[in-house]
């Protein structure tokens, strides 16, 4: 990892090492969570963290450690509103590899939804509440925060039914 500031390309590979070795008993709860700390504190590794937590096989974030909802919680907004995201992209594209009838991505998708639920619950609720509030008010079209967002990735009336299950799913 260079200084202070990784790349997105580097974030993924350091994440998938250090999921590896928490998973054979190699690194701690503990000495993960204050690495992912520091790998979070970037938006680059965040999103490199998340790649590898959300789609991997590694069970990390299905048993999440306290000491990694901790650090997670101290990420504060940009950690929700990273959350939200993967919660919105993986709910709708669940949908459309049904519809191609691609079952493993399928299933991926569906486990990169259900993992973010579970992290939402975890999470500052105030923050969340908000974060799902706008991205509820993006599928009707209104407010700023995530309009842009879901205008961009070109979804259609049902997988915007899927992500406002998937909301709703949270609470």
Known sequence: MSSNKPTFEQSISISLLWCNAWESGELSDEVLADRV???????????????IALSSDCPLLDRLPDSLIFQLRAGGESIVDLTVRNLAMSSAMALLHQRNKDTKMQTG???????????????????????????????????????????????????????????????
């Open 37 to 51: 700390s520091e790998l979070i504190s970037t938006k680059e590794g965040a999103r490199g963290f998340f790649v």
């Open 109 to 171: 998708s569906e486990r990169i939804r259900d993992r973010c639920i579970e992290i939402l619950r975890l999470l500052q609720p105030d923050l969340v509440k908000l974060k799902l509030e706008n991205l509820m008010n993006a599928t009707r079209g209104k407010g700023k925060t995530y309009v842009n967002f879901l205008n961009r990735q070109e979804y259609d009336l049902e997988q915007i039914k899927a992500i406002t299950k998937s909301i709703c799913a949270v609470a």
